[in-house]
């Protein structure tokens, strides 16, 4: 088991970025493959990007290629995700989880993760 922390939510105007970061607990973060969902008011929680335990290989919802970027420090137990050219449709409360490689299986099996931070607001006005 891992414990997860997001921090970096706010309120931003359409076009402007914002940082995620998540801090992991625990010697064992750079065995987890780690991502980020999301879920808007009234919708189901959606992936959104993940990364592998080396941080070479990434994967990205369609709706946000292009315009953020997943990244990881293992040194300091941190994942990050960059978010550039945001939409009022990225407006949700966004989540980062863990699980044991395949990382893919982030994206495809959402239940069996185990490992989900509290959660951090993320408003976008237009």
């Known amino acids: 088991q891992v414990q997860l922390v997001e921090s970096g939510g706010g309120l931003v105007q359409a076009g402007g970025s914002l940082r995620l970061s998540c801090a992991a607990s625990g010697r064992i973060f750079n065995t987890y493959a780690m991502g980020w969902f999301r879920q808007a008011p009234g919708k189901e929680r959606e992936f959104v990007a993940a990364i592998s335990r080396s941080g070479g290989i990434v994967y990205y919802a369609d709706s946000v290629k292009g315009r953020f970027t997943i990244s990881r420090d293992n040194a300091k137990n941190l994942m990050y995700l960059q978010m550039d050219s945001l939409r009022p449709e990225d407006t949700a409360v966004y989540y980062c989880?863990?699980?044991?490689?395949?990382?893919?299986?982030?994206?495809?099996?959402?239940?069996?993760?185990?490992?989900w931070g509290q959660g951090t607001q993320v408003t976008v006005s237009s």
């Open positions: 989880a863990a699980r044991p490689p395949p990382t893919r299986d982030l994206e495809r099996e959402p239940a069996s993760i185990d490992n």
